[in-house]
Structures are given as structure tokens and as C-alpha cells.
């Protein structure tokens, strides 16, 4: 057990710090609400530049090329965190199709892809989820049927994130009807200025549309931009999926909540009362206090477990159930603690925080479903961290 | 001994869902939200005509002379259609007020009127119920008040008020008077009314005939058991649209209703929400009949509904997948409808704080 | 809604009372511990005799021989319960065989059993469950092989309470081992003093033998004492096993639960301050008597419902789980108000109430997974309560 | 950074684990109970021949100077075993109140004694962790101890006493000492020895050298710490057995462990449990490293994990259906272990109290 991080890394610490107080002027005010603003493209070129951004990609696809060291990614974070700056762009294209194309790309398609990707100047969005195929993904309908050296796209995508603000989508296609379902799948890429692709803003029960549903009617798309070959969609896909639920029930975010939870019940007064006073929502803010610490240390141990290339088994398959559960029970700690100002929401005079306790309370809510719902979660942990059996497959009725 | 419905509530029962089926659609619903209606004047309307504005005005003011449990069934459908009209305040605690201290004139003058449904009526008796927020709090001098109150009942489109003020006396004010301002409140919940009103030595009218404290006692016991009734009837209407999804959609080749961990979320919400239906029976009957029990079981009742509610809300959301996570099937009206009654007039911690009072386990 | 019970049974209700005070000089003190002593077996009598006991059963068969009517049978449980007087006798020979024979019996079986079994001449126990069929009682293996007139019965069953005292066991054997598994049942009657059974207690975690284990070896029963014919044991344990599942779960047990807890909480003290006093135990006290008064009142609307002949539906099938769920989060309560006090057991110095609340909290834990564990009932509320389908057949392998 | 155990703990830990594996197997854990032997003197030996009595003693005192994270690592051995054996106060909570506040000459005479494992010491410091109950508290007066303690660790057996008394004084009392009587409590865990003490005049040694409210506080957090280790252990071992029968026992055609309520259930426990770990981790690396927040993170240490603990031993019973229940598998030894470890030094709501305190969020 040793929570400093030695000598090496307190130099990687110090560089880190030097530049945030070289270059901390240039941090974006606006980061553009769906696309990056401008101030943010220079922004996301200066920390690549300096490795602060797609920092373990190689040079020639545009990025740092460092090695992989989660130590110091994690000192960036908290570098950048406790100076309050933003760090590089996050989105599905970096984090998501980057590493696909890197791992299975054609030369020509990294060439193309990755550098424009990263710098921000291409954005992604990802067609996987349909309506009718959420935790069942691989029953997904979405046609691509071939027409000369071309496929001709028919079908529906859902929860697809910033589509109507996207150039490019990585998307899943049944491109051979007659394979099994988890073989006729294909990883195919496509510019979303395509004729034939409509998108709908998607509104969830917050009232903002934070999705997008998008139709494809006959849309038509190079055989040759799929990714790792016909039928290989599903393999393509679940590497990535991986790395998603992983992002998800992050204890930082449960960390940062916690501490305004605790500044809320600090000043918020009821009939003259600090909320903290109050015995109730006080030993409930303490249950949730454990919880956090605990998935925090948990977090840190799944850490250490990752840069010394071990596996944590189950310890890794837990966080997206429990992080996300436990962020949504800090949120309603804080609607509760709030009595009747808890339930105000939108433009409301005597609105809190912005409402964002309520929006929070119905976005985990969403994040509790999505990326995998907790019963699919359920069956992961038992499955393959305890070894137990899988359902047997029903008679043919 | 009979405990359970009489052969005349279960039509009043049948005839009120079949009326709100008709005229409180999804559709309906989402259109008064969206355009912010303060009610919708339609399906306002088609409860006036089955009587629902005099459901517990006395005959010979021109109601309906019925009990607080029919008025609970009446609260249980509204919720069971989300539908985005005035009751709790109008239908319930303003008659309530007027009955318990109005005098024979003021009686004479309101009551027909609100049996009528000539008047929606807003009630401002929060601070009491819940404690007070944001410097609230309503002061009465020389027949004028001034202060504000927040979370008032009703409110949008209200022709007047019913207001409680610091001392626990109760003002009836109306809604045009000089010096009265009005503003709405956005909750999650956008099928009712819910307001901010802000005084200026505004003109009231006292209402001074009963002892104001017991009235005021009584608009909150009958307030908490509609809440209760009006979680209970959007609780099981989300329990039955979860189940009823879960027979449709498919996953994995099968229904997901067929899966034993979706049966068993559906299971639970069934077990955990239908007791509550008897305790608001018995609360609604103790209201009316057994007055000594009614504050106790007012307090059980919405604090009971507002816990197994909020579980329900969140499984029923759960069974529906990402679909019930979007607009689209319009699921989280019932979800946001259980969020308000949790919080209003009470939240269940201080609901319950109320009950150990009332049972000398705690200091008032 | 009329919670009075009108003058009809208001009369009925003095005449309880009035018998009540003429009689209580003979209620039995000591009960008898696992077969009725000789004054619980005057007691009974005399209960009979004025329709306080066996009240339904016709009186060719030894009953009162009244109509059934919910309301009588509860008002003289409520009187019995207000003087502190004892019903009359309670076991499985009683709740379950009696009933069995009425409808199933022949004639002989009737004349022969019923009487002795209610005034309690004759003690009954019940094999049903068996250690490799639980959940799954349809499974169970223990053979009765046919031999001239008789069976052979070999086999084990378990949780067979009274087992050691009992004169008689009613019994579900495997008679048609070819027939399907629901099909292949019989139910049988036969002494238990017959050679070849074996009793042995069946400790549990409380540390006390509540149940014990019967195993036959080699046992000999003549055929004619089969109940309702071969193969139709299935059928008729299941008209009696509803009953028995009505039974658990009751929510009276939970309200006379909930008054020792009050009690206890408003007279023991820590560091001086009375239980009642700490807001978090009396948050949780209010949370459950809300849900205790809930099922009661739910009990009084189901009793209404069987008083009019109505089905309640769902109503009635979700009564064991939750009633069995909330006497345990009761027991679960005195144990954590009690602090370390709540952990002493058995002879403990400082044991309070006897240690009651440790064993409810393991017997209540024991009576959720029997009579239908937490899980089969689930599934039948979804499935009979709610119309979900049942779980698809397995493949075969 | 790393944040994780030492290969020398990992090897220490699965050392402690062999040793408990044949030497605390069910049938002696069993025998031990039923025969309430004070502590098993053959599993005793065991530990004192791996060197667990000197665990934390200091190198020079004739122990192995090792950290609280090495004691909360056997301690977890010792829960998942549920050996009869003694250890929390014997090997934890005295050592460090010799550490702490015995004088060199004091400290001379019993750590070389206490590390060689020729000692079991009881530690009576429950009423300054859980409250008085029953007139319990020891006044101390010209070196003479008067009054009782109740819940005694390690009491059964044990050759010496380290006692607190009201004024946060300790003491140390011969187990022979004139006037000093010892009653066996009898909890539902019958794998250790909780006892009362009663005073009169008893002779006692005083540890006088260093701030004894400090090292009250030392032993308070350590044994924390030391609880909810043993919780997660024997509750990790529940998780595995229930898993094991749920592979094993087949109803309706399958093994249980394919119904998805049973994977759903053993997935919840582990899930829940798991964080716990690492939350014990760090309060262990705390208490030696970073004293600031030593206390806070004991106390929300033992509260979790008891919380925690609960569910798991219900659950897991509950997986194992009707054979959870009996004494047949011994299951419940397990559940047993978790339910005194609940409740010693502090029930969950206590302990949340003292954090409430630490952070300044409640008065004292």
C-alpha cells in the first residue's frame, strides 16, 4: 500500500503543473454545445501537442505517442481537475472508434481517420442500439444490402448522441441475412451528409433531447469502408462496448456530487435549520459518504490492478451496477433534503442548483438502463465473475 | 363489517375512469403540459359534470354529501390519468376550509359556486405542512396581508385563494385583489398547478366562524390522504403499463416478461404498492368517522404511498428499458405525478416527524 | 366501508363473552408441549361443544356443525385474543387433514379419522417436503411399492414438525413411478407407529429442533388407506397447501410485534435517553407501523372479501411475502434499537424479552423461505397475480 | 501509487488462510461452540505458531511490527473461517493500549508475553464505543476499580483485562485479581467469548504514560477496523457457498443457480460487498499512515460493512433455501459472526454518529 506516487511521477506532476500556469489563459471558455468552438479546437491541438491529449496514440496517426502509463493519465486528470481547467475533447469518436480503427483498421482508414478525429475537426456519432434491439444487440435489423461495389442501407438507430451535429457515424449493419445472429453483422463507417439519412432529436423524460434517433432510407455507402471485414461487426463492437461500461459509474463523478450534496445540506436551511442538522437526511448523507469512499478506494484499486496489467475480475465488472446506483441515490438524497424546493425544475423561481438534482435523478435513471441495463449487469457479474451458469436456452414452443 | 367499497363507490369509481378515459388521454395530457395549460378547461369541465367539485359539499349547499373516501377514489383515477386539472385544493381542501370556518354567510356565498365548479380555488397552507422556505410566510394585520407563500395549491387560473397565515388563521382572498401577485412555479410535475403568491396588504376576507387551527388540521389530514390516493392510482397504472410491455417487447427471442427477473421487479411493485390502498381506505373512512385516528392515519397514508411510490415509479421506469427513459411513451408523466405527491404537503420524513408527535414519541 | 358488525353479530359477540366468563376458570394453563395435556383436552371439548372449536365441521363427524360465517369465527378470536384465553387446538391433523377428508374422504375414512383428530385425541404430522424436493414438491422421491394389498414405502421426508409426538402422518409417496411427475403421486394415512419409521429432530440456526427429519425404511401401509386414489396426491396436497400459505404472513402476529416494540422502545434506555427518543429508530418504528397497519387493514379487506365470496385476486396472493418480510424488518429493528444488547441470546445475563427478537429474526428467515420461498412467490404473483408468463421449458441438452 | 496489498501480505494472507483451512474447519468450529469453550486452544496455538499474537507488536517487544492492514487481512481470515479464537482485543486492541499509554517498564513486562502468544487479554471498552446499558461504567479510586463491564472482548479465558473506566482511564486487571468477577455472555455467535466484569475494590495497574483518551481512540478505530474485516470475510465466504450450492442443487430439472433470481441475488451480494474491501483498506492504511483520518474512516469502515454484511447473510441464507435454515450445513455460524460483528464497538447507527461528530456535522 503506497498512495504517493514516487519521484518519477511527481516530476511528470511538476511538468504537468508548469504548463497549466504557462497555458492556463488559453483554456476555452466556450466549448461549443454541439460541436467543438474554435477556442476548443486550439485548445485540444496544444494538449496533444504537449501529451496532454491522445497522449498514448502513435505520432504518425496524429497523436503523442507516449507509452500507455494509467499513472500519469491519472495525474493529468487531477492536475487538471484541482486547477478547475477542461481537459481535451471526449466524445465516441475518440474514445470509441480511435482505438477500433487503431486495433482493426486498414492503413489507409487510420490515415484518414484518426488524426482529423482527434484534433476535433471530424466528429462521430455511433449506430449501434435500434429500437427494437437495446440489451439484445445483436438482433439488430438495420439492412445493408450490397448493389455493385456499394450497400444500400435501410433501417432505424436510436440513442444515437450527437447525430444531428456529427460528419461521420460508425455503425452496425446486418450485411448477411442468412449468417447466425451474431455473424452477419458488419462495422461500416459513413459520412452522415449521405442522402437518405434523416435524423430526429430524441427527447427523454428531463425534457431535453439528448439523443437523436436516426432513419436510414436507401443510403447508400462504399462496401469498402467497412472495418475488420464482412460479418465481423459484432467483434468489432464489443471491443469498444467494453471500454464504454467501463466509463460509466465513475466514482470521481460520485465524489464531486457527494461534496455538493454536503455543501447543499451545509447552508440550506429549513424553518431555520441547516439540512445537516436534521438526524435523518444526515445519517442517509453518511450511508452515502461510505459508499463513495468505498468506490472511490475501489476505483484506485482497479487503478493499481490496471497499470500492473493484472485482472481485477469481478471488482471490474461491479462498478457500472453500483456507480451508477449510487449516484442516483446521492441525487435523491438531495431532492428529499430539499422537501418542496427538491421538486422545482426548469426556469422555476427558487429553482436550486440549477434543478440539476432532478435532471440528474432522471438522466441516472437513463444511465441505469443504458450501456447494458442492471439486470444485464446482473447477469454479467454472476456469469462470469462467479462462474455461474447461463440461462438454459428455451424449447422451440 | 364490511371493509371495502359500497356497491355506489364502485360505480362512482367506474363512471369517473370512464370519463377521464375518454377525455385524459396521453395526448391530452402532453398538450396541457406542453403549452403549460394552468388546467385544462375540457377535462375541468367533464368533471363538473359528474359532480366532482360538490363531492363533499354538503347537499344543502349544493353537493354531493359524499366522504372523503369517495373523494379519495375521485383522487386515485385523477392520478391513474395524470390528469392536468384542479382537485386536491378546489374539490377538497378549500370546502374543507370554508365548512370547518366560514360563516353561514360566507358558506352560503362559496360553497354552491364551488359545488358548482363555478370557481377553481387555490389553497396556500404549505408552510404549515411543510415548513418554510425562502422567507415564506403570510402575516395578517388590520384584515390585510402580507408576505408570500410558496407551493400553493391549485394555483394557475385560481378565481380565489384560501390562505393560512402565521398565526394559523385563514383568509379567503380573491384572485384579481390589489396587491396580490402571482407566479408560477415549474415543478417536474406539469399536469398540476403549482404556485407562488405574493402579498401586499392585500384586501381578505377572514374566515373566523370555526377554530382555524382544527380547520386548518383537516385540510392537511384530507390533503395527505389524496396524495396518498393520487400515488396509489399512477403507481398501479405503471405497474399494469410495465407489465403490459413487458408481454410485448422482445429480447433475446423471448418476451422479457418471461424473464423471471422482469417478473419478479413487476412482482414486487404489485406486493409492495397494493396494501397501501387499504390504509388510505382506512384513512379517508377515520377522516370522516373515527376523527381521533385521522391525523395518525392521514400522516401513515402519504408518508406509506410516497416511499412504495417512489420504488414503483423507478422499477415500472426500469422494466420499460430505455423506451421509458424517453418522451415517447410519455411514462414519465405517472413518474414526475409521484415525484410531486411525494414532496407536497409534507415529505414523507416530516409526515412521519407529524406522526410521532401526534403519538408522544417526539416534541412538537 | 362499516367497521361495526351490526346487531346480529354484536349478540353473537356477548354470547362469546358470556361463555367466556362462565368458562375461564377451566382454560388450560400448560398446554402440553408437543401433545395437548389433559386439560387442554377438556378445553377443547367444551370449545366444540359451544362452537368455539371445529366450529364448521358437521356434527356426524364430532363438529359444532354451523354455517361458515368469517365474521363469528373472527369475533371469537378477537374475544379469546381480548381475555388472554386460548383458542382451541391448532395443528396440521386440524388445518389440514380435516379439511382433506371432508372433501376427499370416503365415508369410513371420515367416521374414523375426523372426530378423535379434532378433539384432539389423535396428533397428526405432515410428510410433504423432502430434502431433495423443496421449492420443487412435485419431485419428490419417496417410493410405495405395491405388495399384495400393501405399499413398501422407503424414502426421507424433512421440516416434518410434531414428527416425534405425532400418532398419524398424512404423506405424499411416489406410487406410479412411470406416470409424469405431478401425475405418479399418492396421499397417503398411516400410524407412525408402524415399523420401519425413523424420527430424528432437525436442529436449525435459532439452535432448537422445530422440525425434525422421518425416514422409512421398509414401511408397511395397506393400499386402501390412499386418500381421493392413486395418483391424485398432487391435487389434493395442493387444495390444502393454499391453506396452509394463507396462514403464514398474518398480519395480527405483525401488530402484536409492533406493541412489543413500542414498549420496549419507549422503556429501555441508552445513556440514559429512551429508544423512542433516537430519531433514526423512530423514523424506522413510523416506517413499519405504516406498513403494519397497511397489511392489517389489507387483512380486513381480504376477510371481507371471503365473507362476500368475492376473489380478491392479487390482493390475497401477495400476503405471505410481504407479511413474512415484515414481521422479519420488525425482529430486525428491536435487534438494532437493542444495540448490543440485541445480540444476547439463549440464557443470557442482560437478555431482554427472552431473546425473542434474535429468534423471531432466524425463524422469520426460515418461515420466508418455507411454505413457498420468497422466489416461487414472486413468481406466482406475477403469473397468477399479474398474467406473466410463465418461464419458457428449458432445451433438452 | 499503488493501492493494493504487498506480495509479503498476499503470502502472509493466504499463510493465515492454509493454517484456518485445516485447522478451523466446520467440525471443530462446531465443537467448540456447542462445548462453549472459551476459544479453541488447538486453533489458538495455530495462530501464535504464524506469529498473529505479536502481529502488530512492535519488532523490538519480541513481535513482528507489522501494520493494521496485516492484522485486518488475518482478521478477514479469521471471519471467513469463523474461528473460535480470540483476537481483537488480544492481538489488536491490547497491544496497542501497551503501545499507547503503558509505561517502558509496563510495556517490557507484557508485549514480549503478549507477542508470544502467552497471553489472552480482554478488552472492556464497549461503554465508551456503544453507551451504558444496565448501570454499567467503572469508577476508578485510589487505584481501585468499582462497577461493571459489559461486553468484554476476548473476556472467556483470558489472563488479563485492559478495562476503561468512566473517566477514559485504563487499566490493567489480573484475570485472578480479588473482587473481580467474569460471567460469560452468551450471544448468537458462540465462536468468541463476550463477558461481563464485576468491580468491587479491584486492584488494577493504571497505564498512565500517554494520553489515554488518545488510545482509547487508537484501540476504538483498530477494532473497528478489525470487525469490519471479519465481516467481510465471513460474508465473502457466504457468497461462495451460496454460489457453490446454487451449482449443485437442482429444482424444477435445473440447478438453481440457472434461474435468474438466484444469479441476480448472488450478483447483488457480491456487488455490494466487494467496494467494502477496499474501504477497509484504506481505513487500515489510515490508521498507520494518515492518523488525521483515521477515525472517519474506521468508523464508516464498520458502519458499511455492517450494513452491507446483513444483507449478504440474509441473502445468502435465503440461497440456500430451507438446508440455510437448518443447523445441518452450519450456514449459520456465518450469519452469526456478522450479526455480533454489527453490533460490537458500535451499532451502524452509533458509528455514523461518531462521523457525524469527526466532521463537525453533529455535537458531541
Not at chain 1, 435523478?361 to 465473475?385: C, H, P, V
Not at chain 2, 385563514?170 to 403568491?197: K, M, P, Q, Y
Not at chain 2, 421487479?265 to 384513512?283: F, H, K, T, V
Request: one cysteine or more.
Amino acid at each position: 500500500m503506497d498512495l504517493a506516487y514516487g519521484p518519477e511521477y511527481e516530476a511528470f506532476r511538476q511538468q504537468v503543473r508548469d504548463f497549466i500556469a504557462a497555458h492556463r489563459d488559453k483554456a476555452p471558455r466556450n466549448f461549443g454545445v454541439n460541436r467543438p468552438s474554435e477556442e476548443a479546437l486550439v485548445w485540444q491541438r496544444l494538449l496533444i501537442e504537449h501529451g496532454y491529449a491522445a497522449r498514448t496514440i502513435p505520432k504518425e496517426y496524429g497523436g503523442y505517442g507516449a507509452e500507455p502509463d494509467i499513472l500519469k493519465s491519472r495525474i493529468v486528470a487531477e492536475e487538471f481537475s484541482n486547477a478547475r481547467l477542461p481537459m481535451g475533447l471526449s466524445n465516441q469518436g475518440i474514445s470509441m472508434l480511435v482505438p477500433t480503427l487503431l486495433e482493426l483498421g486498414t492503413e489507409e482508414q487510420k490515415q484518414k481517420w484518426i488524426a482529423p478525429t482527434l484534433r476535433g475537426d471530424v466528429v462521430w456519432c455511433q449506430g449501434y442500439s435500434e429500437p427494437g434491439s437495446g440489451s439484445d444487440l445483436a438482433s439488430l435489423q438495420t439492412k445493408a444490402t450490397e448493389d455493385g461495389d456499394d450497400f444500400i442501407i435501410n433501417g432505424q438507430k436510436i440513442w444515437t448522441s450527437t447525430a444531428h451535429a456529427a460528419d461521420m457515424i460508425f455503425c452496425l449493419v446486418r450485411t448477411e441475412p442468412d449468417a447466425k445472429k451474431h455473424e452477419g453483422i458488419s462495422y461500416l463507417i459513413f459520412s452522415m451528409k449521405t442522402p437518405g439519412i434523416e435524423v430526429r432529436p430524441l427527447v427523454t423524460m428531463t425534457g431535453h433531447a439528448e439523443f437523436n434517433e436516426v432513419f436510414f432510407t436507401d443510403v447508400r455507402v462504399p462496401q469498402k469502408d467497412i472495418v475488420a471485414g464482412r460479418g465481423q461487426g459484432w467483434f468489432v463492437a464489443n471491443a469498444t462496448l467494453k471500454h464504454e461500461r467501463g466509463m460509466l459509474g465513475d466514482p470521481n463523478a460520485a465524489g464531486s456530487r457527494l461534496k455538493q450534496i454536503i455543501e447543499l445540506m451545509e447552508t440550506e436551511t429549513m424553518d431555520g435549520e441547516r439540512l445537516i442538522e436534521n438526524p435523518l437526511f444526515r445519517d442517509r448523507l453518511l450511508k452515502l459518504q461510505a459508499r463513495v469512499l468505498a468506490m472511490q478506494f475501489h476505483g484506485l484499486r482497479l487503478l493499481t490492478a490496471s497499470a500492473k496489467k493484472e485482472d481485477a475480475g469481478i471488482a471490474r465488472l461491479i462498478v457500472k451496477l453500483q456507480g451508477c446506483d449510487l449516484n442516483h441515490d446521492l441525487a435523491a438524497l438531495a431532492i428529499d433534503a430539499l422537501g418542496e424546493l427538491g421538486v422545482l425544475y426548469g426556469e422555476s423561481p427558487h429553482l436550486r442548483a440549477k434543478g440539476t438534482w432532478q435532471h440528474r435523478y432522471m438522466f441516472d435513471l437513463g444511465l441505469i438502463i443504458g450501456g447494458g441495463t442492471a439486470q444485464i449487469q446482473k447477469n454479467i457479474i454472476s456469469e462470469r465473475g462467479l462462474g455461474m451458469p447461463r440461462e438454459p436456452k428455451p424449447a422451440k414452443a | 363489517m364490511e371493509f371495502g367499497l359500497s356497491e355506489d363507490q364502485r360505480l362512482m369509481q367506474e363512471s369517473v375512469n370512464r370519463t377521464l378515459e375518454k377525455v385524459s388521454p396521453l395526448d391530452r395530457v402532453r398538450k396541457a403540459a406542453e403549452a403549460r395549460e394552468p388546467y385544462a378547461r375540457d377535462i375541468w369541465a367533464a368533471l363538473v359534470d359528474l359532480g366532482v367539485p360538490g363531492l363533499i359539499v354538503p347537499e344543502n349547499e349544493g353537493g354531493m354529501g359524499l366522504k372523503l373516501l369517495d373523494a379519495a377514489l375521485v383522487s386515485e383515477a385523477l392520478g391513474r390519468y395524470v390528469a392536468p386539472a384542479p382537485f386536491i385544493a378546489t374539490a377538497v381542501m378549500a370546502p374543507l376550509a370554508l365548512i370547518g370556518s366560514a360563516s353561514p354567510r360566507q358558506q352560503e356565498a362559496f360553497l354552491p359556486k364551488l359545488a358548482g365548479g363555478e370557481a377553481v380555488v387555490g389553497v396556500a397552507i404549505s408552510e404549515r405542512a411543510s415548513g418554510a422556505r425562502d422567507g415564506a410566510g403570510i402575516t395578517a394585520s388590520g384584515g390585510k396581508l402580507t408576505g408570500k407563500a410558496l407551493f400553493v395549491l391549485d394555483c394557475g387560473g385560481a378565481d380565489f385563494y384560501i390562505v393560512g397565515d402565521r398565526d394559523c388563521g385563514l383568509h379567503l382572498v380573491w384572485a384579481d385583489a390589489e396587491g396580490l401577485a402571482r407566479t408560477e412555479l415549474t415543478t417536474i410535475d406539469l399536469t398540476r398547478s403549482v404556485g407562488e403568491l405574493d402579498f401586499v396588504n392585500v384586501e381578505a376576507e377572514p374566515l373566523v366562524s370555526g377554530d382555524a387551527k382544527t380547520t386548518t388540521r383537516r385540510m392537511l389530514d384530507a390533503g395527505r390522504v389524496m396524495l396518498a390516493a393520487d400515488t396509489l392510482g399512477a403507481g398501479w397504472r405503471m405497474i399494469e403499463k410495465a407489465v403490459d410491455y413487458a408481454k410485448e417487447r422482445k429480447q433475446f427471442g423471448r418476451v422479457i416478461g418471461s424473464f423471471q427477473a422482469v417478473k419478479h421487479m413487476c412482482a414486487e411493485m404489485a406486493a409492495e404498492l397494493e396494501p397501501g390502498r387499504s390504509l388510505i381506505w382506512y384513512a379517508a373512512h377515520a377522516f370522516d368517522e373515527i376523527p381521533e385516528e385521522s391525523s395518525l392515519m392521514a400522516a401513515h397514508a402519504k408518508a406509506h404511498l410516497s416511499e412504495v411510490g417512489r420504488f414503483v415509479a423507478r422499477t415500472a421506469t426500469e422494466v420499460h428499458g430505455g423506451m421509458g427513459f424517453t418522451d415517447l411513451l410519455g411514462l414519465h408523466y405517472w413518474f414526475k405525478r409521484i415525484g410531486l405527491d411525494r414532496q407536497l404537503l409534507g415529505s414523507p420524513e416530516r409526515v412521519r416527524q407529524d406522526a410521532a408527535v401526534l403519538q408522544g414519541w417526539a416534541a412538537e
